[in-house]
């Protein structure tokens, strides 16, 4: 090839992809980006000036950066709520089982309830124990005379059937 040929070749490559910044003025830009994320028209000036670049490079860059840093952000944001979604989800699904078992343990007791309607015995210690264990926490449960009501839930909230929603 003649060396008039490879000269544009050449010159068409560097000019496709120029080097803009040095490493210095990557890092320096860095820095200033830490501290503070726009620049006043007469800080772009001085940086521009410090650093042997143009103002409209810098403007620029910092423009790219900013671009840059929202996009990040926004990704760390996304995966920070879709983890807490998948939580809450997870969660939520869990409630349901509990409040599906608790349905029918209740609805297990009523039917007992309406077997031993004529008077109370002995037994109803066991029924009750027998549906929900004898796990002391459950204080949320309190029991009305088991021949009395139908309704074995005290008045937690204006709607006795608050489970059924």
């Known amino acids: 090839m003649e060396p008039s040929q490879q000269t544009p070749t050449k010159n068409k490559c560097k000019n496709q992809h120029p080097k803009r910044f040095t490493n210095e003025q990557i890092k320096a830009l860095e820095s ?13 000036m001085q940086i521009a000036r410090d650093l042997s ?12 950066k900013r671009a840059r840093w929202k996009s990040k952000r926004l990704e760390q944001e996304f995966t920070k709520l ?5 939580s809450l989800s997870i969660m939520f699904d869990d409630l349901k089982k509990e409040k599906h078992t608790l349905k029918i343990k209740l609805h297990e007791l009523n039917d007992r309830l309406k077997k031993n309607r004529e008077g109370v015995n002995d037994d ?25 009501s139908a309704i074995i839930f005290d008045e ?5 059937n608050w489970w059924e929603s």
């Not at 670049?53 to 790219?64: D, E, K």
Request: contains cysteine; negative net charge; proline residues 5%.
């Open 32 to 44: 200033i980006f830490e501290q503070e994320t726009k620049l006043e028209p007469t800080k772009k």
């Open 156 to 160: 937690l909230s204006e709607n006795p």
């Open 124 to 148: 109803d210690d066991k029924i009750i124990t027998s549906c929900f264990g004898e796990n002391e926490d459950q204080e949320f449960i309190t029991w009305r005379n088991l021949s009395g």
């Open 53 to 64: 670049l143009h103002p409209r490079q810098v403007a620029i860059w910092f423009q790219n």
């Open 82 to 86: 879709k983890s807490s979604y998948d």
